[in-house]
Nanobody, 113 residues
Framework: QVRLVESGGGLVQPGGSLRLSCAAS???????MGWYRQAPGKEREPVATFTSGDSTNYADSVKGRFTISRDVKNTVYLQMNSLKPEDTAIYYC?????????WGQGTQVTVSS
């Protein structure tokens, strides 16, 4: 079992920055993690993810603005800069290991003036 806990969401003005965190605990051996988001009325979509080979993938809409990183304590971060109103969504942390997929509870990011 894996537990993922996100934090760091909030309200920010366009052009601002936020950093999201996702702390993983439990059976985290070879846990591959990433960030997804779901805007109202839309499907959940990948934003920034690590691959099993440790490279990173970004959605075209966030390239150059968002950066995914992680530390040795199995916390994954999403640094979001130059935020736009269209980045407004619930952001979810996803972890996969051993053929199983786990999701965090989500954190709301609202970009508005």
């Amino acid at each position: 079992q894996v537990r993922l806990v996100e934090s760091g969401g909030g309200l920010v003005q366009p052009g601002g920055s936020l950093r999201l965190s996702c702390a993983a605990s439990g059976s985290i051996f070879r846990l591959t993690m990433g960030w997804y988001r779901q805007a109202p009325g839309k499907e959940r979509e990948p934003v920034a993810t690590f691959t099993s080979g440790d490279s990173t993938n970004y959605a075209d809409s966030v390239k150059g603005r968002f950066t995914i990183s992680r530390d040795v304590k199995n916390t994954v971060y999403l640094q979001m800069n130059s935020l736009k109103p269209e980045d407004t969504a619930i952001y979810y942390c996803k972890g996969t290991t051993g053929g199983y997929t786990y999701w965090g509870q989500g954190t709301q990011v609202t970009v508005s003036s």
